[in-house]
């Protein structure tokens, strides 16, 4: 399934996003973090599109004034490592 998980679906999120189970990769992103005044934008949108889009994502604050890249570190992939490193 490794080369399937660098895939990205309909709704433009990577497989290895939308499905860490098959895929292996842990999903510490908040499940209720949304950007502020839109809760229809979590963590899931943060990782969409392109890379450069999902930088400018990442520093998108909630309600509660919480940056993106502390709610949704996969996303943002603040760990250190590329979120698709061992996909590619």
């Known amino acids: ?8 679906g309909e ?3 990577f497989a290895a996003y939308s499905c860490p ?7 510490p992103d908040s499940a209720t973090w949304y950007r502020s ?6 963590c899931a949108w943060v990782s969409e599109l392109a890379d450069q889009t999902i930088n400018q ?10 940056l993106a890249s502390m709610a949704c570190p996969m996303a943002c992939a603040t760990d250190g490592e590329s979120f698709l ?3 590619s």
């Open 1 to 8: 399934p490794d080369n399937r998980c660098g895939i990205r």
């Open 11 to 13: 709704d433009k999120t």
């Open 21 to 27: 189970l098959a895929c292996g990769t842990d999903c």
């Open 37 to 42: 005044g839109d809760p229809t934008k979590g």
């Open 57 to 66: 994502r990442c520093n998108r604050l909630s309600t509660d004034d919480t």
């Open 85 to 87: 490193s061992k996909f």
